[in-house]
């Protein structure tokens, strides 16, 4: 059982940043692949970055690559969303979630096993 819970979110002018952190309870949180979701009023939950266990491969959605950047920190069981240049557009709540390493892909909401309770970005034009 992993318990998740997001911060970082607020209200930013567009072209400010954010970051996003998500705290893992449990001492197993290394094990877990480590991926953020958003979902904008009336729209489905949408793969946004995800990590490996150990940091060493990170995957990003087109729509956000080159401006956020996912981490972890392991001693820490924190993962992190480090969001730059903000879009009105990148207006959502966002939420971190963690699998277990699988084949199916990782940018499949529902091949998550675990979900935070959502933190809400809001950017103003």
């Known amino acids: 059982q992993v318990l998740l819970v997001e911060s970082g979110g607020g209200l930013v002018q567009a072209g400010g940043f954010l970051r996003l952190s998500c705290a893992a309870s449990?001492?197993?949180?290394?094990?877990?692949?480590m991926g953020w979701f958003r979902q904008a009023p009336g729209k489905e939950r949408e793969f946004v970055a995800a990590?490996?266990?150990?940091?060493?491969?990170?995957y990003y959605a087109d729509s956000v690559k080159g401006r956020f950047t996912i981490s972890r920190d392991n001693a820490k069981n924190t993962v992190y969303l480090q969001m730059n240049s903000l879009k009105p557009e990148d207006t959502a709540v966002y939420y971190c979630a963690a699998r277990i390493p699988s084949s199916t892909s990782y940018k499949y909401a529902g091949a998550y096993d675990y979900w935070g309770q959502g933190t809400q970005v809001t950017v103003s034009s």
């Open positions: 449990g001492r197993t949180f290394s094990r877990y692949f």
């Open positions: 990590i490996t266990w150990n940091g060493g491969s990170t």
